[in-house]
């Protein structure tokens, strides 16, 4: 089922136009897509938000475009880098019955049996690109690791099958790993030869100064 917002058809000029909608709170967009022509928006930014932490990046959106009714989702935002709000907001119109490519959060549960002997879990890849119809595009997908062993890893291929959707990224991508410890003693060892090859720099550096300075 999809969420519903409430947007409005915004003028592109003049620009005080769009200075005043920001000044109220608002956050400008765009809608195109599927039998939508290109449209410029404006909707409030917390009610975008509270969408997007209830049901992920990838939720269906059901847009209220001054009466008429449009299923999106969100196909690119941009974000003020110093106060993290939304400065614009692309939706792209979707077909309900037509798959569609996105990127899908890998989140991955249990306690692997190699972290429980001195391991430690290493995750390496956190999206996986998935295609399915608009109301199907999992929120996230969960990929359990209880049985992996330190040495251990798990790929894309190891997701399981979902009649939902359809995993799209390369299956020999290495999700997540379990590694052995790293000894105190290894990490002193590394720390003593940088220390040497570090010394052993230095002379070389006095050294090419004095003969810089006979060559003077």
């Known amino acids: 089922m999809a969420d519903k917002l409430n947007v409005t058809k915004r003028e592109l000029r003049p620009r005080s136009v769009r200075a005043n909608l920001r000044k109220e709170g608002k956050v400008l967009g765009v809608v ?4 939508v022509e290109s449209t410029p928006v404006a909707f409030e930014e917390m009610a975008l938000r ?4 209830e049901h992920g990046d990838n939720a269906l959106i059901e847009l209220n475009i001054d ?3 449009v299923n999106t989702l969100v196909h690119g935002t941009e974000v003020d880098p110093f106060t993290n709000e939304y400065k614009h907001v692309e939706f792209m119109a979707v077909k309900m019955d037509e798959a569609t490519e996105v990127e899908a959060d890998v989140t991955l549960v249990g306690e692997a049996k190699g972290v429980k002997e001195g391991g430690f879990l290493a995750q390496t890849l956190y999206k996986v690109t998935v295609s399915a119809t608009p109301a199907n ?8 690791v209880s049985e992996l062993g330190i040495g251990d890893s798990v790929t894309v291929a190891d997701i399981p099958e979902n009649k939902d959707y359809d995993i799209v990224s390369d299956g020999e991508l290495q999700i997540a790993s379990v590694n ?10 590394d720390t003593t030869t940088e220390e ?11 050294t090419n100064k004095d003969s810089s300075e006979d060559n003077e």
């Open 137 to 144: 595009i999992p929120e996230r997908i969960e990929l359990d």
């Open 180 to 189: 052995e410890p790293v000894a105190l003693e290894d990490l002193e060892a």
């Open 32 to 35: 195109y897509g599927y039998k």
């Open 67 to 69: 009466g008429s009714k």
């Open 196 to 206: 040497e090859s570090e010394a052993k720099e230095e002379p070389s550096e006095t």
């Open 50 to 53: 509270k969408i997007l932490r």
